[in-house]
């Protein structure tokens, strides 16, 4: 059965940094496209980064330059750096493969 759990939203003032984890288990992390998705109050989910087996990245317009996906196969994790945060970065935050996905992490921002 496939698992993914995110973990590392907190509180965090604008301009500052953080990095999410997400931890699958219960598949060939390696072969996979992982993505990150958010999704803010009172909003749809929507894609913010996507990373593919070969470590190809595509962006969000609104965090290009500043989120950075990464993937650890052989820790079987997918991270999203992301620096200069605005208050509009405020979202719950979803790690997907394929049909799963994680319960999501919670990043505010705020001053």
């Known amino acids: 059965q496939v698992q993914l759990v995110e973990s590392g939203g907190d509180l965090v003032q604008p301009g500052g940094s953080l990095r999410l984890s997400c931890a699958a288990s219960g598949m060939l992390f390696s072969i996979n496209n992982m993505g990150w998705y958010r999704q803010a109050p009172g909003k749809e989910r929507v894609l913010v980064a996507r990373?593919?087996?070969?470590?190809?990245?595509n962006y969000a317009e609104s965090v290009k330059g500043r989120f950075t996906v990464s993937r650890n196969n052989a820790g079987n994790t997918v991270y999203l750096q992301m620096n200069s945060l605005k208050p509009e970065d405020t979202a719950v935050y979803y790690c997907?493969?394929?049909?799963?996905w994680g319960r999501g992490t919670l990043v505010t921002v705020s001053s």
């Open positions: 990373i593919t087996s070969a470590g190809n990245t």
């Open positions: 997907n493969v394929n049909l799963y």
